[in-house]
């Protein structure tokens, strides 16, 4: 199976996967601080045509802007608390309203409790859209913790490394842009304990709130990313031959 999707991506380019999987396919990738949410999401956005909604970095470019919403935002997100549902809520509806999103999107880091999993069901609904799959990627906390806290990312391309897991090339610089790399401010060991606790408390009962809808899957999130990357790809093929 890889094999052949391998030939296809040859044959028909780096996003023609996919026609060959399904246009307007919606996803959503559960899962804590750390479990590989955003590196995933980039990847599958990347080889499927879809769109990256991922609300951390709406409310970075946000704060790097020094826009209101990122000066409202940055005082949750360095207190490692949820921005409220209201602010969060009209900034995912505005970047779903993009000509892009109707080729099909995968979330990263949204939704994030049950109020932002209702709205969200409910304005898709109005829409006329449905979430297709929702996949935990699951990783033990003793494993996030050193994921963080050993995470640096580019300030500018955005790029994100780990220091052990998935080095860049030259001492702590982008392989792409060169420039010295940063570590999140929310990285740090005190911040990602309160981090995880909030998962815990008011991200993880999504699991449950997904499996009831029957669309929830899970992956071994601690397996290497390319083997991370395969298992979503085969989920996602699956549903698009249901
Ligand atoms: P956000 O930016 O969404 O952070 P998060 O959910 O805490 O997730 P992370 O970005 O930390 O981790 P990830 O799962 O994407 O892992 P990554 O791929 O980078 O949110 C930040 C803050 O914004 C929140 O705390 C909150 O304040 C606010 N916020 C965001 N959304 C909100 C919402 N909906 N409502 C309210 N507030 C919201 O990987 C981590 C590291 O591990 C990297 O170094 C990577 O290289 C490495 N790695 C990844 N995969 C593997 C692997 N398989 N093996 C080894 N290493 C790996």
């Not at 969200?120 to 006329?128: I, L, S, T």
């Not at 995880?196 to 991200?203: D, I, K, Q, S, W």
């Not at 809808?213 to 249901?242: K, Q």
Request: proline letters at 5%; hydrophobic letters at 40%; glycine letters at 8%.
């Amino acid at each position: 199976m890889i094999q052949r999707r391998e030939e296809a991506a040859l044959l028909l380019g780096p996003n023609a996967e996919v026609s060959a999987l399904r246009s307007g396919m919606n996803l959503v990738l559960l899962g804590a601080p750390g479990a590989g949410k955003g590196t995933q999401a980039k990847r599958l956005a990347d080889r499927l045509g879809l769109l990256h909604l991922s609300t951390g970095d709406l409310f970075r470019a946000h704060l790097s802007q020094g826009t209101e919403l990122g000066k409202t935002a940055r005082r949750y997100m360095e207190a490692g608390e949820l921005v409220p549902d209201d602010v969060t809520l009209a900034m995912v509806f505005d970047r779903l309203s993009a000509p892009e999103a109707a080729q099909g999107f995968v979330l990263d880091g949204f939704p994030r409790n049950l109020a932002q999993a209702e709205a969200f069901e409910r304005e898709m609904a109005a829409r006329g859209q449905r979430l297709d799959l929702a996949v935990l990627l699951a990783v033990a906390d003793s494993v996030l913790v050193e994921r963080l806290t050993g995470r640096r990312t580019c300030p500018q391309c955005q790029a994100t490394y780990h220091l052990v897991f998935s080095p860049p090339a030259h001492d702590e610089l982008c392989d792409r842009c060169g420039v010295p790399l940063v570590q999140r401010p929310d990285d740090r060991p005190e911040t990602v304990m309160r981090r995880l606790e909030v998962y815990h408390a008011e991200t993880a009962p999504l699991i449950a709130y997904y499996r009831r809808r029957g669309i929830l899957r899970e992956v071994n999130g601690e397996a290497s990313p390319e083997a991370v990357t395969e298992a979503l790809l085969g989920l996602v093929e699956g549903v698009a031959g249901d």
